[in-house]
Each structure stands twice: as structure tokens, then as C-alpha cells.
């Protein structure tokens, strides 16, 4: 088994809300700017261009550039569950 959740799509929403769908089914969503106090640089995602540059980086992370990325476990431990 698995001791990571493969992201299988992400979509930027609304703010810097990412929503990632997982290949359980499950679909998470996570605001970025949770991430701002203890790494300031995500503070930059608040650039609309720049958070819709975002991509899935295989089936584990996200990256915006060499500053910027999240682990997609991150989102599906920490997520808010839309869809299970």
C-alpha cells in the first residue's frame, strides 16, 4: 500500500484555494495563505497570474516556481473535504 496519497488534478479556485482530486476519490481544498505565516514567500500566490502558473508536479506536490510548492499530502491531510 501506499504511504502517499497520488494527486491525480488540481484546480485553482476561487483566492489561492487549490483543489486537488485524488486517485481514492477523494477531492480536497486548501487555502495556500494557511502556509503564509510560517513561509511568507506563498504570500506571492495572492498574484492571480502567478497562482494559476501552479502545476502538479507528478503525483505528490504542486510548485508555482523554485520558492513556491506544496506537497499534495500536505492538502490531503490539512484539506477541507468537498468530496469523498
Known amino acids: 500500500m501506499d504511504m502517499f496519497h497520488k494527486a491525480e488534478d488540481v484546480k485553482f479556485k476561487d483566492g489561492t484555494v487549490v483543489e486537488v482530486t485524488f486517485q481514492d476519490g477523494k477531492v480536497k481544498q486548501y487555502d495556500m495563505m494557511m502556509l503564509s505565516k510560517k513561509y511568507p514567500q506563498v504570500s506571492a500566490l495572492k498574484d492571480r497570474k502567478l ?34
Open 51 to 84: 497562482f494559476l502558473s501552479g502545476r502538479l508536479m507528478g503525483y505528490y506536490g504542486i510548485i508555482w516556481n523554485e520558492e513556491i510548492d506544496i506537497e499534495t499530502e500536505t492538502i490531503y491531510e490539512c484539506g477541507e473535504t468537498i468530496f469523498i
